[in-house]
């Protein structure tokens, strides 16, 4: 993948090296060894789709545009290779184990879990998304910037239904709760994301909030979303053994959650801001090869139209690093067109 990888604030670990660190703790070598097969989930939903074929089509994706595919493996049950750039965040196996010791110490102390990339970058991203909503409505809705738009914001804000994939614990919606977003729901192919989220939601005073097993990769969901929520999500899977097979089915599975003029916010901590463009120009080009054509799938409607870029996050710190100017942190908008 292009671009630069960022050295982490505190240079004697970094996000992968902590996973492996604490691997052991967190998952025998039974427990990941169980995990669901190449991200199917354990739910009401039943079983998935064909996943062979799935990766069969996105692999076709890759080799057509000239990306390498980066492992042979298929499962979920198998372990990175600690040398290929992968890591255990990547597994099922991994997060199961995680929420499974999380969902422990909130019976026993209450504890919340971990906020991913920490509780500022959390508040950054819903104070940016919300600001960003509300000059959307303002110009759907042809108001003029003057003093009644802050009073006005809960009013707009009304109208974005939002999911947050990935959910893990649920936080990320909670704030997004104070910032006057009311139509929320979270969902995470893990159970016991889940089910420490739904915890969570009632303790805190945020019991509208929806929580659902679901897969990114496989979705069950039939409901478009205004805002999609991504913080670390696209992240993990890229640090599958098939990372970059499942990056291209994310794209398909997501593209499709996204109500026409609703936006998409990726949080990433393994990405910079170009190479998140880079990734969606990417989709744009495989998804206009597709249907350059007048096909039945564009005729019947069904089509899903491509994204662009709407805006990113300037507020996180910047530092210079091999003569080049980055954030630990990128975070950027596409709207769906």
């Known amino acids: 993948m292009a671009g630069i990888r960022l050295p982490p604030e505190e240079p004697e670990t970094t996000p992968q090296q902590q996973a492996r660190a604490t691997t052991d703790s967190l998952a025998s070598d039974d427990d990941r060894s169980i995990a669901a097969d190449s991200w199917s989930i354990k739910s009401e939903y039943g079983s998935t789709l064909d996943d062979d074929q799935r990766h069969a089509d996105a692999a076709e994706a890759l080799s057509s545009a000239n990306f390498r595919v980066s492992s042979d493996y298929s499962s979920d049950k198998e372990e990175p290779d600690a040398d290929g750039g992968q890591s255990m965040l990547g597994l099922q196996s991994y997060w199961d184990a995680a929420y499974s010791d999380e969902l422990s110490n909130f019976r026993e102390h209450g504890h919340t879990g971990e906020v991913w990339f920490g509780d500022d970058v959390m508040e950054i991203v819903t104070s940016w998304t919300k600001d960003l909503c509300v000059e959307i409505s303002q110009k759907e809705t042809s108001v003029s910037d003057n003093g009644e738009v802050n ?9 974005w239904n939002v999911l947050d994939l990935g959910t893990g614990n649920g936080l990320l919606l909670h704030q997004l709760a104070k910032e006057g977003f009311s139509d929320l729901t979270g969902t995470d192919y893990s159970e016991g994301a889940v089910e420490l989220a739904q915890h969570l939601s009632q303790r805190d005073g945020f019991p509208n909030i929806r ?16 805002l999609v929520m991504d913080k670390g999500t696209l992240d993990a899977i890229g640090l599958h053994p098939d990372g970059p097979v499942k990056r291209v089915m994310y794209w398909d599975s997501v593209s499709k959650l996204v109500a026409p003029g609703g936006i998409l916010v990726i949080t990433s901590c393994n990405n910079t801001k170009d190479e998140l463009l880079e990734e969606v120009e990417n989709f744009n080009m495989r998804k206009s090869n597709l249907t350059g054509d007048v096909s039945s799938e564009a005729a019947s409607g069904t089509d899903h139209p491509p994204f662009e870029y709407l805006s990113h996050v300037r507020t996180y710190p910047t530092f210079m690093f091999g003569g080049s100017v980055g954030s630990r942190v990128a975070t950027v908008a596409f709207l769906r067109k």
């Open 211 to 226: 929580f659902m097993v679901d897969d990114i990769l496989d979705t069950k969901l039939e409901r478009q979303f205004k």
């Open 151 to 159: 009073d006005q914001a809960d009013k707009y804000l009304s109208s």
